[in-house]
C-alpha cells in the first residue's frame, strides 16, 4: 500500500524527497502494488513531442491491485455500497470478494463476445453498480474503456463512439434520476442510427425494466450473458504503458477530445493522491457524488479507492430528491467519513436553507471535499460551518481530466486551509506561474497562468487518435511545460489559488464545456448566420451559458425554444444556453476575430470599462449589444 503522510513535518519530508528525486520517490511508492513483472525504467519523459512513460517494461493489470491483492486480508470487507436513486429502494453492497466475481464474469461475457486486449468499449449508463463493475471488466481483459456521461445525447455519444472506434456499447435499459425516468436504450439506438459503423454489439443491462427497441443481430442482454459465465477471469497482463481507458473532454477548440491514461502511473498516482488526500483508514466510508461520467468518478469512486481497499459508496440519485436533505440523509444512514462533492451542489444546497443539514447527524464526517471550479468563499463557509459544524478540514481539490488525480489540495488535518485556495502542490506536483510570455513568476503575491513543469504518474499521455493534438493543446504554449489552461494566484505564504479558465472553456455546474462546442450546435438552427457563447457569473452554476446570435431575420417566435433543442440534440441539456440574445452583428476585430473580451463583460452585466474598442471593425455594434443586454 502506497505511503500516507500523517503530519506537517512528512508532508514537507516527502515533498522535497519528491522534487530531488522524483524517481526514487514514485518507485517506492510503485513498489507497494503487484506488479507480475518490475519495470525496466522508472520514468523516460520529453515535454516537447511530448512522450512520457512511468515505469516501462513493468507488467500489471490494475485489477488485480483493486481486487485479488486484498482478497486475503480483507475478501469479506465491503468494497461498494450502493445507494439507489429512490430512498426506499435499498442499498446494494459488494463484498471485494463478491466484486471480483462480478468482474470475472462480465471479463468472460465481454470475452465470449469477442473483446479482446485494445477493443474499445464505451459505456453510456447511469450511476448503477454494473457501471463500476463493467469498467473494471474491461481493464480485467486489457480492453479500453470509455464512458461517456448518460446525460450527453445521441449525437454527442456517436461522435465518441466514432472517434473511439468502438467494438460495443454496454448500456442499461432506462436511468430513474430523480422523479424522471430517462430512456438511455433507445438514445443508444439513436446514436447507432447516425452510423456508428465499428459498433457489433450493445450490451444491455435491466435497470429499471420496461419496454425496448431490441435488434436481435446486434443487442444482448446482460444477464443472460453474464450470470451463465464463470466466476473467474484470470487478468490479462498489461504492459504499465498500454491504455486503460479515454475520457471525453471539451476543448477550447473543435470536438472533445480523448484524453488518454495508461495502467501503471494512473494505478500509482490515484492511489496514492486517494489515501493521504481523504487521510483515509481501514473501516472508513468514503463518497464521493461525482458521476463515473467524468473523471472524478474514474478516479475517486472507482480506481483510488479500490486499490487501496477501501468502501466506497456510489449514489445513482440527484441532490434534491425526494428533497434538499438527501445528501446529509446518506451521510448519516450510512456513516459517511469522507465525502467529496462540487460547489455547484453546495451552492444549490445552500440556497435550500440551513435546515436541510440540521436535521441529520453528520458527526461521523472527518474529511470534506470539493472539486470541479473554484467555490466561492460563500459556499466554502456556508460548506464549513453546516457540513463541517466549523471542526471538519475542508479540502479544496484542483486538478483535471488530464492530470488523472488531484495536484492541488490542503491535506486534511496537516496543511492548512484557507477559504477558495486550493493551496499547496501533492508530492510529486511541480506547479510553476508563467506570464503570457511564458516567463517563470517568481515571487508570491502573485498571478499568473498555471503550468506544471515535471511529469506526474498520472499526466495524460496522448489524445486519442491524434497526438499533434495533444502538443498542440498542451505542451505548445509555453516550452518544456504542461499549460493546464487555468489562470491562478499565489498569495503571500505560497497558497495557490485558481481562479478559473484562460481559454475558450467555460466550467457549467462544473461540467467543462467548449464555447466552440456550444457555438458549432447553435449554428446547426437553420435561422442561425452565426453566435458567439461566453460564460457568465451564475449564482448556482458557477458560470452559465450566454449566447448571442445572428439570425437570417427569418426566426419565428419560438426560435429561443428551437435553439434550445438544438443544443440539447446536439450535445445534451447540460449545454443549453441561460440566456440568448439576437444581434444584428457581433465585435469582430478587422482580422475578422470576434472580440469575446467584450460579449463577456456585456454577459456579466458590466456597461463600463469595456476597454479598447477603437480595433474593431465595427464599433458601433458594442452599444447595440449592451442595449439589448439580458
Ligand atoms: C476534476 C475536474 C478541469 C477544470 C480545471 C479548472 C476547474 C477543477 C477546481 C477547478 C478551481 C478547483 N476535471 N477546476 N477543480 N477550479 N478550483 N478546486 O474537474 O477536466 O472536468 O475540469 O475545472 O478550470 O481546469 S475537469
New binding site residues.
Given amino acids: 500500500m502506497t505511503q500516507q503522510i500523517s503530519s506537517l513535518s512528512d508532508y514537507k519530508d516527502a515533498y522535497k524527497r519528491s522534487i530531488e528525486d522524483p524517481e526514487l520517490f514514485w518507485a517506492t511508492q510503485a513498489e507497494t502494488f503487484h506488479w507480475h513483472k518490475p519495470w525496466d525504467k522508472v520514468l523516460t519523459w520529453n515535454f516537447e513531442t511530448p512522450e512520457i512513460k512511468w515505469f516501462e517494461g513493468g507488467k500489471l493489470n490494475i485489477t488485480y491491485n483493486c481486487l485479488d491483492r486484498h482478497i486475503a486480508d480483507r475478501g469479506d470487507d465491503t468494497a461498494i455500497i450502493w445507494e439507489p436513486n429512490d430512498p426506499f429502494g435499498g442499498v446494494k453492497s459488494y463484498t471485494y470478494n463478491e466484486l471480483l466475481e462480478s468482474v470475472c464474469k462480465v471479463a468472460n461475457a465481454l470475452k465470449a463476445n469477442g473483446i479482446k486486449k485494445g477493443d474499445r468499449v464505451v459505456f453510456y449508463m447511469p450511476m448503477v453498480p454494473e457501471l463500476a463493475i463493467g469498467v473494471l471488466a474491461c481493464a480485467r481483459i486489457g480492453a479500453v474503456h470509455s464512458v461517456v456521461f448518460a446525460g450527453f445525447s445521441a449525437q454527442a455519444l456517436a461522435d465518441r463512439i466514432n472517434d473511439a472506434e468502438a467494438k460495443m456499447v454496454i448500456c442499461s435499459d432506462f436511468n430513474s434520476r430523480g422523479s424522471k425516468s430517462i430512456p438511455v436504450k433507445q438514445v443508444v439506438d439513436d446514436a447507432l442510427a447516425k452510423g456508428c459503423p465499428s459498433i457489433e454489439h450493445v450490451l444491455m443491462d435491466r435497470n429499471t425494466g420496461g419496454e425496448v427497441p431490441w435488434s436481435e443481430s446486434i443487442d444482448l442482454h446482460w444477464d443472460e450473458q453474464v450470470d451463465p459465465q464463470d466466476g473467474f477471469c484470470a487478468p490479462e497482463i498489461m504492459d504499465s504503458e498500454d491504455m486503460l481507458f479515454i475520457l471525453y473532454?471539451s476543448g477550447s477548440t473543435g470536438k472533445p477530445k480523448g484524453?488518454v491514461h495508461t495502467c501503471g502511473g494512473y494505478m500509482v498516482y490515484t492511489c496514492y493522491s486517494f489515501k493521504n488526500v481523504f487521510q483515509y483508514q481501514p473501516g472508513d466510508i468514503y463518497w464521493c457524488t461525482a458521476d463515473i461520467g467524468?473523471?472524478?468518478g474514474h478516479?475517486y469512486i472507482v480506481y483510488g479507492p479500490l486499490l487501496a481497499g477501501a468502501t466506497t459508496v456510489m449514489f445513482e440519485g440527484v441532490p434534491t430528491y425526494p428533497d434538499a436533505g438527501r445528501f446529509w440523509q446518506v451521510c448519516e444512514k450510512l456513516g459517511v467519513n469522507q465525502f467529496y462533492t462540487?460547489?455547484t451542489a453546495i451552492r444549490a444546497l445552500m440556497a435550500r436553507g440551513d435546515e436541510w443539514p440540521a436535521k441529520y447527524d453528520l458527526s461521523a464526517l472527518k474529511v470534506i471535499g470539493?472539486?470541479?471550479?473554484?467555490?466561492n468563499e460563500e459556499a466554502w463557509h456556508w460548506y464549513d460551518k453546516h457540513i463541517g459544524k466549523n471542526q471538519v478540514p475542508i479540502i479544496?481539490?484542483?486538478?483535471?481530466?488530464?492530470?488523472g488525480g488531484?495536484m492541488?489540495?490542503p491535506l486534511p488535518g496537516i496543511t492548512d486551509a484557507k477559504p477558495?485556495y486550493?493551496s499547496y502542490p501533492m508530492p510529486g506536483i511541480q506547479p510553476v506561474l508563467v506570464n503570457a510570455d511564458g516567463e517563470l513568476i517568481e515571487e508570491n503575491d502573485a498571478e499568473g497562468l498555471l503550468c506544471i513543469k515535471f511529469p506526474w504518474p498520472a499526466i495524460i499521455r496522448t489524445t486519442y487518435g491524434d497526438h499533434e493534438r495533444c502538443r498542440q493543446t498542451y505542451f505548445s504554449t509555453f516550452k518544456g511545460m504542461y499549460f493546464?489552461?487555468?489562470g491562478a494566484r499565489r498569495d503571500s505564504d505560497g497558497r495557490i489559488?485558481?481562479?478559473?479558465?484562460v481559454d475558450d472553456?467555460i466550467?457549467v455546474s462544473?461540467?467543462?464545456m467548449g464555447t466552440a462546442e456550444v457555438e458549432n450546435a447553435i449554428d446547426e438552427h437553420p435561422n442561425v448566420i452565426e453566435s458567439a457563447v461566453v460564460g457568465y457569473p451564475h449564482d448556482i452554476k458557477g458560470q452559465g451559458i450566454y449566447a448571442y446570435v445572428i439570425t437570417d431575420g427569418k426566426a419565428g417566435e419560438n426560435f429561443e425554444k428551437e435553439v434550445l433543442a438544438v443544443v440539447t440534440k446536439e450535445i445534451g441539456p447540460i449545454a443549453k444556453p441561460d440566456k440568448i440574445q439576437i444581434v444584428s452583428g457581433l465585435p469582430k476585430t478587422r482580422s475578422g476575430k470576434i472580440m469575446r473580451r467584450i460579449l463577456r463583460k456585456v454577459a456579466s452585466g458590466e456597461t463600463e470599462n469595456l476597454g479598447d474598442i477603437s480595433t474593431l471593425l465595427n464599433p458601433e455594434i458594442v452599444d447595440e449589444v449592451m442595449k439589448g443586454a439580458k
Fill in positions: 473532454t484524453v467524468w473523471i472524478t478516479s462540487a460547489p470539493s472539486v470541479g471550479e473554484p467555490i479544496d481539490t484542483w486538478w483535471q481530466t488530464e492530470t488531484i492541488l489540495t477558495t486550493c493546464t489552461g487555468d489559488r485558481v481562479i478559473g479558465r472553456v466550467n462544473g461540467h467543462r
